[in-house]
């Protein structure tokens, strides 16, 4: 990864966000989604529960608008700290196409291990926001640099 790394200039500076988005916005969703299956608000993994959908949708969405931000000031940092930037375009282009990717692959996991874990007998809220977090860093570090090389290719 080191070649994407010197290839895009500024990647290094928004590497550290994406990992802390997608682990921040995950977790968070896993908490709710434990919450509204205490609740009975969630049963099962159906797409037409609005609490299911909107929870997810409203992490989807969060998600998007935190890294065209995160893109956007990955940019200016990096021309602040006296380095060449790959421009603000690409930059935000590499965040988007990361958190939206990774957000729909954690957001069905989180929603497997929410409702597969109360169905088991185990609290969500103590196993899924550890779960995500780790999964989210892991899912997030290579949907980062497979975006940068799409973006690379473009």
């Not at 021309?79 to 990717?101: D, H, M, R």
């Not at 729909?104 to 609290?123: E, K, N, Q, T, Y």
């Not at 860093?137 to 290579?142: E, K, L, N, Y």
């Amino acid at each position: 990864m080191t070649n994407e790394l010197e290839m895009i200039p500024g990647l290094m500076v928004i590497y550290p966000g994406v990992l802390g988005l997608r682990g921040n916005i995950s977790s968070t969703l896993g908490s709710r989604l434990g919450s509204a299956i205490h609740l009975g608000l969630i049963t099962g993994f159906d797409r037409h529960n609005p609490e299911l959908t909107n929870n997810i949708s409203g992490s989807l969405l969060l998600g998007v608008i935190a890294a065209i931000m995160l893109g956007f000031l990955g940019h200016f940092v990096t021309l602040a700290l006296g380095f060449e930037s790959a421009g603000a375009f690409k930059l935000i282009l590499i965040c988007v196409i990361s958190a939206l990717t990774s957000g729909v692959i954690l957001s069905f996991v989180a929603v497997l291990l929410a409702i597969g874990m109360f169905r088991f007998g185990f609290d969500p809220d103590n196993v899924v926001t550890p779960s995500i977090a780790t999964i989210g860093d892991i899912v997030s570090m290579f949907l980062l640099f497979l975006s940068a090389k799409l973006v690379v290719m473009l």
